[in-house]
């Protein structure tokens, strides 16, 4: 599992605190990504062009569940549509025979920069090397991402966060397609259960 955020949580009063170490990866050159081979089968990674809250937030319980992923489970539909509608934001969705695998969104920032704001896989497909996959693929959509959105600035860097809660593989997986550390921090957090997607699920 590989996620690139680092969720901030809606904790109950008095929750227990906890050391998280976050780790702050970046790519300053197209040329700095190191992709994998696709995987054997029938994988695809499709743009979700329209901006459907439904789908987005599914992706976002589905992958983050597990992981704790929390900061946006409050969020209203309005919300989300803004948030998808703000202009430069994709999310690309791994599909395998058909069934969504796992998502990438990108959200760009000024000057140039753009951060790969989530990125995982259910839990069912990974270990199957469709993450190094899907995080190839959507690191060289970061890179070129000014080419379908003519108002922005032309990606210059690309980073992304990842923390201690996420899968056990994914800062790896971050240094293996081309990504350096370039800060590392050490965050005082309170703990949360995980949330999901539904009680029991991945049991």
Known sequence: MSNATHSAASP???APLADVT???LEQTSPGDLRPTAAPEGPVTVVRSETALPEFSRFLY???GGDVRWTDRLDYTYARWRELL???GVETWVAYENGTPAGFIELGPHE???VEIVYFGLIPSFRGR???GHLLSYGAARAWDLAERHQELTPTRRVWLHTCSDDGPHARDNYLRRGFRLYD???EREPEVAQPGPWPGAHA
């Open 12 to 14: 109950l009063p008095d």
């Open 22 to 24: 976050v780790w702050y």
């Open 61 to 63: 319980t589905a992958v």
């Open 85 to 87: 509608e703000r202009p």
């Open 111 to 113: 000057d140039g920069a």
């Open 129 to 131: 090397r469709i993450g």
């Open 184 to 186: 590392t921090r050490v």
